[in-house]
Each structure stands twice: as C-alpha cells, then as structure tokens.
T-cell receptor
C-alpha cells in the first residue's frame, strides 16, 4: 500500500480557472503535511504547510481532514507560471521523520 | 541564498565506478536527508542522518550506499560500484531546528553509462 497517493493527472486548465488536487495518506500517525511544487528537472520547493484548520496563501488554499486522511490543494485564478508538478508530502515521527512523497500531480495552465 | 548547496550539478560516470555527491547546508540544521528521483518517477527516500548517525534508511539504501559528514559540515553520499539503474537526480534536504518542513538542494543529476 502506498504511503501517499495522488491523482497523477495531467490537469490542463485555462488561465484564470480554479483547480483542485487531492491526496490521501495511509499512516494515521502522520503528523506533518505539505504541498511542494516541482518544476521540470528541478528540486521540490515548499509551497505551503497544511494544518487541520486549513490555511490560505494568496491564491492557494490547503485543507487537511485527519479523519479521512485526506489533503487538498485549491488554486484559484490559475496563472501560466503555476504550471508544474504538485507533490503531496507527509511525515511521521514514528518513521524517523521521513518525508513520504506522492507521485505528484501535473498541472499545465493554458493561455 | 539557498538553504543547501549540492555539488556537482551533473556527474557522468562509468558503470562500476564510485561517485561521491556532496551537500553543504547553511547552518542550524537538524536532520539531513538524501532522496533520489529516477526520471519520470516519484521522489524516493534513501536515508536520514541525525546527530552524526543514520536515523532511518530505506530498502534502496543497501551496502552500495554510505553517508558521512567528513568535516562536520559537508554531508556526502557515496555510491560504490555504480549501476545503470543508479542514474537519477539525487537531492539532499535539510530540516532546520524548529521547523517541520524540509528544504531541498538543487540536486545532482547522476548519469551512469
């Protein structure tokens, strides 16, 4: 069973659209949750941490549902520069603080 | 300024050779990590390093691999007797004191021929 599962996409959306990505995790003891962004052949870069209360950073909103072991990312008013792969990442102290990555969801924003 | 710098950015090596990948964090780090990403696949955990010793390692991190901090700041990943399937991007990551998120270096692209 995969630790973190994501829909790989690809998602192709027009500029200005709203798009949502989902992620599920298998370890109920997971403690920290993140969305990272990865551009082609580049390193993953932290987009935002995800908290139980939900959090928003500009056009980006992240939600965590611990009961369902589900994480989401919403991007509003998509821009061409949002085109990237979005990685769902989960950590747990009982696995030595290891970061588990999903396969990533590919987003292309079309002019 | 990046949190962590990796060298080299690209390394080409012949099958069977040994390679050493280097990672230099800024400071105030807690955990070091090595991850790899085979082209088109997900980022995979290799090893975590805490308090100058390995704290966790994956099935991938077998006897072919080793890590160390030779001078107390640089963090290296050694791959012995490289195989074609070792070709991948290798990312070093650090977790700072007081943080929960990890910051990644720009990666080393290893090509085994």
């Amino acid at each position: 069973r995969k630790e973190v599962e994501q829909d790989p996409g690809p998602f192709n959306v027009p500029e200005g659209a709203t798009v949502a990505f989902n992620c599920t995790y298998s370890n109920s003891a997971s403690q920290s949750f993140f969305w990272y962004r990865q551009d082609c052949r580049k390193e993953p870069k932290l987009l935002m941490s995800v908290y139980s209360s939900g959090n928003e950073d500009g056009r980006f909103t992240a939600q965590l549902n611990r009961a369902s072991q589900y994480i989401s990312l919403l991007i509003r008013d998509s821009k061409l520069s949002d085109s990237a792969t979005y990685l769902c990442v989960v950590t747990s102290m009982n696995t030595g603080n290891q970061f588990y990555f999903g396969t990533g969801t590919s987003l292309t924003v079309i002019p | 300024e990046p949190e962590v710098t990796q060298t080299p950015s690209h390394q080409v090596t012949q099958m069977g050779q040994e390679v050493i990948l280097r990672c230099v964090p800024i400071s105030n780090h807690l955990y070091f990590y090595w991850y790899r990403q085979i082209l088109g696949q997900k980022v995979e955990f290799l090893v975590s390093f805490y308090n100058n010793e390995i704290s966790e390692k994956s099935e991938i991190f077998d006897d072919q691999f080793s890590v160390e901090r030779p001078d107390g700041s640089n963090f290296t990943l050694k791959i012995r007797s490289t195989k074609l399937e070792d070709s991948a991007m290798y990312f070093c990551a650090i977790e700072r004191v007081g943080d929960t998120e990890a910051f990644f270096g720009q990666g080393t692209r290893l090509t085994v021929v």
